[in-house]
């Protein structure tokens, strides 16, 4: 009874994770979460386009004109 207390308490976490990770396989959960990082990703990118114009305008005519 001990090995089976002493390996929960040393791998409870893993354990965990990789029943939350099925659960959100199973229900599709991941098409959502993916959605929600992409949103927020979209708005960062968004937004440090918006604050930094200039060097954005520089740096993409110099990667264009490398081509």
Known sequence: ?????DFW??????I???ILAV??????????IVAIILIF???FVGNYI?????IVKDR???FIDRF
């Open 1 to 5: 009874m001990n090995s089976i207390k």
């Open 23 to 32: 659960l959100i396989i199973f229900t599709n959960l991941y098409k959502l």
């Open 9 to 14: 308490n040393s791998y409870k976490g893993a």
């Open 60 to 62: 993409l005519k110099n």
């Open 41 to 43: 990703l979209g708005a």
């Open 50 to 54: 918006q604050q930094n114009k200039q």
């Open 16 to 18: 965990l994770g990789v």
